[in-house]
């Protein structure tokens, strides 16, 4: 057990990998929370078997609220949404690309230009993440974990999909169920959701967080109904972002992500949680990010937020160049997104 005087909270140390049960090897040391200030200092350990990415020292569940105060989940509605011409534009490429009509009907031209805006790939990618991949029309129950205050399940409701939340930051969970949404306060547990009940589940970097990602990822497969699918987009330890700024990378985001992935170590957990990978890639929409926080931290968010002009161009061809290198090879991108199923015996 870990903990002192000096502003380190309650955590412990965690030397071997929860997926194979190797040691680690440590990849840094000392590492401060760039992005809340939080207190503490904390260390990443990677197996030497699977590669898997973890924290160390783990923070003890009584830590948890302090090291997320003021986090992006507590973000009210009304500071949220696009409208206008950001709006039309976006669903105009669901339609060319996902299939998503609206809720009013469209002219066959409306539906063109949204086939031709999909060819731009960022843009593309970066509307079908919105809706994590999931194609139209909607196809009935759709919970969302680690929903927040409900964003995400509120722009799934007005496509048409029935929608359900889990969410722990009670905060958000109040700001969510005000708009009215059905949302689950606490963590995904088991008896928390009847078995077979979903047509489709998502977690949207939500699965770095939890401590026992198997876990959480058996208790989807139990709710997911047969042929429905399961996505599940995570930051790419692997990707250019990481190799690139180190332990200035945006998605280490000490001291709230337990775990990070790579391709195959994110494959093999799904597995081993009685999950079938049936498409598994990347995106690199938050590379613009990635890059402008490459110095400070949070400071990303305000460089992408208050018109920071050579700072938002830089970024906006940083992740041009990231997009276009990851046709290439998909490894590079800062996201991965793996869907999956349950498999036949399962069901």
């Known amino acids: 057990m870990v903990g002192d005087d000096h502003g380190q909270p309650a955590s412990h140390n965690v030397s071997r990998c929860s997926a194979c049960g190797e040691a680690g090897e440590p990849i840094y040391n000392n590492l401060r929370d760039r992005r809340l200030s939080a207190p503490g200092t904390w260390g990443i350990l990677r197996c030497r078997g699977c590669t898997l990415h973890w924290l160390n020292p783990r923070p003890d569940p009584e830590a948890m609220p302090e090291l997320y105060a003021n986090y992006y989940t507590h973000a009210s509605e009304a500071t949220e949404g696009v409208g206008g011409r ?75 999909w029935d929608v359900e939340g889990v969410e722990l930051d009670e905060e958000a969970v109040a700001i969510a169920r005000h708009s009215g949404l059905t949302v689950h306060a606490g963590e995904l547990r088991a008896g928390l959701l009847p078995d077979s009940s979903f047509d489709a589940i998502t977690l949207n970097h939500v699965i770095e967080h939890v401590p026992s990602p198997r876990e959480t990822l058996s208790l989807c497969a139990r709710a997911l109904r047969p042929g429905g699918r399961l996505v599940v987009a995570t930051p790419n330890v692997e990707g250019w972002g990481h190799r690139r700024f180190g332990d200035k990378w945006f998605h280490l985001d000490v001291p709230r992500h337990l775990f990070l992935f790579g391709p195959e170590t994110l494959r093999q957990c799904m597995v081993q949680a ?59 991108a800062e996201e991965l997104v793996v869907t999956a199923t349950v498999h036949r015996e399962s069901a």
């Open 86 to 160: 950001t709006a039309r534009l976006r669903d105009a490429v669901l339609a060319g690309s996902l299939g998503y009509s609206g809720r009013r009907p469209r002219s066959p031209a409306w539906r063109a230009a949204g086939r031709l805006a999909a060819l731009v790939g960022p843009l593309r990618e970066t509307v079908e993440m919105g809706v994590m991949g999931l194609r139209g029309p909607a196809a009935g129950r759709l919970l969302d974990v680690g929903c927040g205050s409900g964003r995400f399940l509120r722009k799934m409701q007005a496509l048409g």
């Open 274 to 332: 009685g999950l079938e990978v049936v498409h598994a890639g990347t995106a690199s929409r938050s590379a613009s990010l990635v890059w402008a926080a490459r110095h400070g931290g949070g400071r990303g968010f305000r460089i992408l937020s208050q018109g920071m002009i050579l700072d938002r161009v830089a970024g906006m061809a940083y992740l041009g160049v990231e997009h276009l290198a990851s046709r290439f090879d998909p490894g590079v």
